[in-house]
């Protein structure tokens, strides 16, 4: 059964750092992770999805990197900003669904950026 | 272009009651799902749908009911709601079972 794990659980920066937030799965067939980002009281917005092919994904300041083989993937976040605080996910989309599962997700990290 | 909507966004029930979350989608969406979210756990697939009158178990569906009568609308039946089900409950819409997913905003269970 795959499980996600996110490290760390929460963190605060302040304003201008840039920072790496970290996903880890038990099961490296999987078709795609992505990231989300979740503001408090609100639904998930994906941020990056990367292909099980892929290395990385790029989107505007955010950088999304996949080791398959190793079962993990980094979200760098450059010159981060107040604007970024916000609870980040990563889930991952298994080969095989014999656990009922779809997108595997991860805790979370709860970022704080301080002005 | 709405996207994902959910009703009702807050509700509390007694133990024992019924209801039906509501979810729709205007982006013509195949694939259609429920999760539940609790703190420290992450979300939990309840059920799926991959088109109009098929759905399936997810990880965690005991119960819950779901029905796809049509592409747009996909509820959620709490059939005897239990505190174990306070919950925040999320629906999500994706053109595939692997693309990008689209989620509500969410509905805030309290099951007394």
């Known amino acids: 059964k795959q499980e996600v794990t996110q490290i760390p659980a929460a963190l605060s920066v302040p304003e201008g750092e840039n920072l790496v937030l970290n996903c880890s799965f038990t099961?490296?067939?999987?078709?795609?992770l992505q990231w989300f980002r979740q503001d408090p009281g609100k639904g998930l917005t994906s941020l990056l999805l990367i292909q099980s092919s892929q290395r990385e994904q790029t989107s505007g300041r955010l950088n999304a990197s996949l080791d398959k083989s190793s079962g993990r993937s980094t979200l760098y976040i450059a010159a981060s900003q107040p604007g970024d605080s916000a609870t980040y996910l990563c889930a991952v989309k298994p080969f095989w669904n014999n656990y009922g599962q779809n997108f595997v997700f991860g805790p979370g990290t709860r970022l704080s950026v301080l002005p | 272009n709405a996207g994902v909507t959910q009703t009702p966004k807050f509700q509390v029930l007694k133990t024992g009651q019924s209801m039906t979350l509501q979810c729709a989608q205007d982006m013509n969406h195949e694939y259609m799902s429920w999760y539940r979210q609790d703190p420290g756990m992450g979300l939990r697939l309840i059920h799926y749908?991959?088109?109009?009158?098929?759905?399936d178990q997810g990880e965690v569906p005991n119960g819950y009911n779901v029905s796809r009568s049509t592409t747009e609308d996909f509820p959620l039946r709490l059939l005897s709601a239990a505190p174990s089900q306070t919950s925040v409950y999320f629906c999500?819409?994706?053109?595939?079972?692997?693309?990008?997913?689209?989620f509500g905003p969410g509905t805030r269970l309290t099951v007394l």
């Open positions: 999500a819409s994706s053109n595939n079972g692997a693309a990008t997913q689209y």
């Open positions: 099961d490296s067939a999987i078709y795609n």
């Open positions: 749908s991959v088109g109009a009158g098929i759905t």
